[in-house]
């Protein structure tokens, strides 16, 4: 008997299956077969190299003009709960099926509680056990409606086998505020070091810029406008400089210094060339900037708590600086990048941190203790 593992992946946003995908290359380097479960533009990411089926979405993130909306979010997922019954089943015929050895579940509770009642290990990645600092400040109703939710997400989490936390080890954690201090949950983690493409882990290719330059990851959510039009306020008081823009925004006024790209097939090199990176902080980015050894300037969407979160931690590392929207300005930009750019000790810390992680070499990491877990339903 092979070990066959089954994912199951949440799709709402690239961070989940960008470190599954990377995982599972491990496992099939070390002979393992793989089915992917999730739906959406992210199942059809994974079926371009993997086998893939299509699973129901267990809840539906809601924003309000960038802003995560908690309240509005759960009020909509509370439809989807009621059908939770359905989707554990949905699950357990899926890996049954498929004859699995092991189950990974990222973001997936209905998969934790299936693998658990066939009787089979489940391995839950995670930067996220406990949901209490998104309710910290919000209203009655909200918290009321949210306890149930926290309750299965915790039950899911303590039936797991093991929790990898894809982060650095304490204290140099950066998701270390949206973790629970259940002891119960705390005893089952393990940190396995920021699970990130293989791309990160090797040489940079060259890339099509031949000056220093800084690049801005701003995608095309309209509310990160503001980033862009300020960076073009800003460009040519940084001579020598470029300003190379992965975003979908079009402008008829670019300064010379500035180049906007629609798309990249191999973000990594130009991260790993980049002497700063202007971005967002979902975790799988802070990962992938901790891991190319980039100082960074961190701006949170606007109302993601743990994008704040973690742009803080990054912050109190001594790898970033930190903008918010409100405090985002022509001059309050300039200042930040001259100060990423001529502070020598940003670039140390984040070269620091930067062997940190390619010495845990998460992925690797995850598919031993996947495969050992395999092993243990073949053993006799």
Known sequence: MSDRIYFSICGEGYGHSSREIAIAVKLKGMGADILMGSYGYVLERLSKNFDSIELKREFEMVGDKGSFDLGATIRKSRKTAILFSSMIKEEKKAIENFDATCVVADGRTAAI???????????????QTSLE??????????????????LTMQTATTLAEVTLIPDLLPPDTICIGNLSNSRHIMKKQCFVGPVVSPEFFESAHQVDMKTPFILTLLGGHSFRYPIFENILKIADQFLGWDFLIFTN???????????ISGFAADISSYM?????????????????????????????????????????????????ETLDYDSLDPESLSLKIRELLNDKRYSEKAAHYSGMSKMMNGPQRS?????MLSGRMQCY
């Open 367 to 371: 598919a031993r203790i996947i495969m």
């Open 133 to 150: 600092p998104f309710f910290r400040d919000s209203n009655f109703l909200v918290r009321l409606i949210g306890k149930p939710v926290e």
């Open 272 to 320: 790993k060339a980049a002497d700063l990176i202007i971005t967002q902080a979902g975790h799988s980015t802070a990962m992938e900037i901790l891991t190319t050894g980039k100082p960074a300037l961190i701006i949170p969407d606007r109302g993601q708590i743990e994008q704040e979160n973690n742009a803080q931690r990054m912050k109190e590392l001594g790898a970033c």
């Open 249 to 259: 925004f079009k402008s008829d006024r670019l300064p010379p210094n500035v180049k």
């Open 113 to 127: 509680f299936a693998a658990f009642q066939l009787g089979l290990p489940c391995v839950n990645v995670s930067n």
